[in-house]
């Protein structure tokens, strides 16, 4: 295994019950960069995604065989422990979805339930986050107000802040700017591009003119094949299959 | 005026009129029973335990009935909490989305929710039977728990089944376990619903006659212990109702009275109670 590589995937398959979602994925995702996954609607994106940190388990009738290798560690092992894998991943989702509590608990909520206590500690990593998702300015005076009270953009970096707060080593987001207005999508996008130097980053997106701002590699799925992947540059100037090229400049969507 | 518009007009007036029924029936009851009622009611009502012929009291009160219902619906009440919130959690937390199991725990306690409660009072006084014991205020709050359980059940898996998936998955992403999740996620989103759930189960539970005419007997004295028959507010109502004596009867309503404040008092607690933790609940 070479010393970059984040995440392995090995002939991932994915049934939802016949339907066969995720055919024998194959890929290597190097480390601290940003992947974008592309493709249109209903390609497997979300299912990958998902596969990640294990949360298609609780989907109803769903088979998976192969390997994701999370730092050499196979998640998929019967023996992985699912609430530690999930720990290393922080997950955005399409709509934000603050949990019902204050800004701070929301924060909180991950240290919290992997065993830390100290009110200081709790303090500054609280802090900490929300600065590191551009949230702290905004809401440093009403830490204690309900999170379901900020707007839309707000409660997605806070959503961000929260995933970072159990100091995992990817960042998983799926469509995280969809539901957001551009103002608040930018700065979503912004902070993606400070935080790659820190963590792997997985984006799924249809959104192509996202992917060229932010890919450093990207993976092209369709109907549950991965048709290409690779480096940006390569994929979306020069991509060698003509589904690619196809999807690139708009004819299939 | 086209046909289209007098089929809307015509429909629009029966909801108004069946609307209008249904709010009249509530005001004639309530009227019936405050105009019928409020001359017998008199401060010795709920101070004093039955006077003058057994039980039936002409004079003293009825605060042997009106604790006994406390005691017995709130006792009823706490006891199906500790069986309901499990339950509702663990088939929507635990359990896939459409399993099996959980349709079919659904459709069995929909229909425990349409068995009626003389025979929760019949399956309670037969299971007393069996253990050896006697018309109890005991035995009442096990009829009565049985009795309510089923709806305190579906109040809670109703309200906790419309939390969004998302907010499970928010907080599984963080390395939570369904516990955590449960208990700290699902509890404070749905806690309106459940505090409502729970109401619904007092009010049944405290306003059900049936069930405790075997189980919790009757008595006029003030309940002072578990294994000694209790008085209720619906057998009181039901006895009085059943006298010859018109003084009797009109004490009945005094008494029905008792028990509808009773409930209000309660239903209105729990709303500004509800209001209090809705704070933080996502829309």
């Given amino acids: 295994m070479q010393s970059n590589t984040h995440i392995s995937v090995q002939n991932l398959n994915v049934y939802y019950g016949k339907q066969h979602a995720l055919k024998n994925i194959t890929f290597d995702i190097p480390d601290k960069k940003i992947i974008v996954i592309i493709g249109p609607s209903g390609c497997g994106k979300t299912t990958l995604l998902k596969s990640f ?64 206590k ?20 905004e809401v440093k005076d009403r830490l204690h107000t309900p999170a379901s009270k900020i707007s839309v953009g707000q409660q997605q970096r806070l959503c961000l802040a929260r995933g970072l707060a159990v100091e995992p080593g990817i960042i998983l987001a799926d469509e995280p700017t969809s539901a957001l207005d551009p103002k608040s999508s930018r700065r979503i996008e912004e902070s ?17 003119r996202q992917a060229k701002r932010l890919a450093d590699h990207v993976a092209f799925l369709y109907l549950g094949d991965l048709i290409e992947h690779g480096p940006a540059v390569d994929v979306f100037e020069n991509p060698q299959e003509e589904m690619t090229k196809e999807y690139i400049k708009g004819v299939i969507s | ?33 405050v105009v019928k009622g409020l001359p017998s009611l008199d401060l010795a009502m709920i101070t004093q335990t039955p006077k003058g012929g057994y039980y039936l009291g002409k004079e003293g009160g009825i605060l042997n009935a009106i604790l006994g219902s406390l005691y017995l619906a709130g006792g009823a009440t706490i006891l199906a909490i500790f069986i309901s919130l499990p339950v509702a959690l663990y088939l929507n937390v635990y359990v896939k989305k459409g399993s099996r199991l959980a349709s079919f725990t659904r459709f069995a306690l929909d229909v425990l929710w349409g068995v009626p409660s003389i025979v929760y009072g019949a399956f309670g006084f037969t299971i007393m039977l069996y253990f050896g014991l006697r018309a109890s205020l005991l035995g009442g709050i096990i009829a009565v728990s049985l009795l309510i359980l089923p709806i305190m059940i579906r109040a809670m898996d109703e309200v906790i089944k419309m939390i969004p998936e998302k907010l499970l998955e928010a907080s599984y992403s963080l390395g939570a376990t369904r516990l955590e999740t ?59 109702l059943g006298t010859p004596f018109p003084e009797v009867q009109d004490r009945a309503y005094a008494s029905a009275l008792i028990l509808t404040i009773m409930i209000l008092a309660i239903s209105i607690t729990i709303r500004i109670l509800t209001r209090r933790f809705t704070r933080h609940i996502v829309k």
């Fill in chain 1, 53 to 116: 940190n294990r949360l298609i388990d609780s989907v109803d009738g769903v088979k998976v065989s192969g390997k994701v290798l999370v730092d050499g560690e196979n998640i998929f092992d019967p023996k992985a422990e699912v609430t530690h894998i999930r720990k290393k991943m922080g997950l955005l989702s399409q709509n934000p979805s603050p949990l019902p509590m204050s800004i701070y608990d929301n924060v909180a909520y991950g240290p919290r339930i992997h065993g830390l």
């Fill in chain 1, 118 to 137: 100290n009110k200081k500690e709790l303090n500054s990593i609280v802090e900490h986050y929300l600065k590191e998702s551009g949230l702290w300015e």
């Fill in chain 1, 192 to 208: 993606f591009l400070k935080l790659k130097e820190k963590y792997t980053i997985i984006i799924v997106t249809h959104i192509l």
């Fill in chain 2, 1 to 33: 005026m086209d046909k289209r518009k007098i089929e809307e007009n015509i429909f629009k007036a029966l909801m108004i009129a069946s609307t209008c029924l249904i709010l009249s029936c509530l005001v004639l009851i309530l009227a019936a029973i």
């Fill in chain 2, 182 to 240: 449960a208990m700290k996620v699902v509890v404070r989103q749905a806690l309106p619903g459940i505090l409502t759930a729970i109401l619904i189960a007092f009010g049944r539970g405290v306003g059900d006659a049936a069930s405790v005419i075997f189980t919790a007997g009757f008595s006029d004295s003030i309940p002072y212990s578990l294994l000694r028959p209790a008085a209720t507010l619906p057998l009181a109502i039901f006895f009085q």
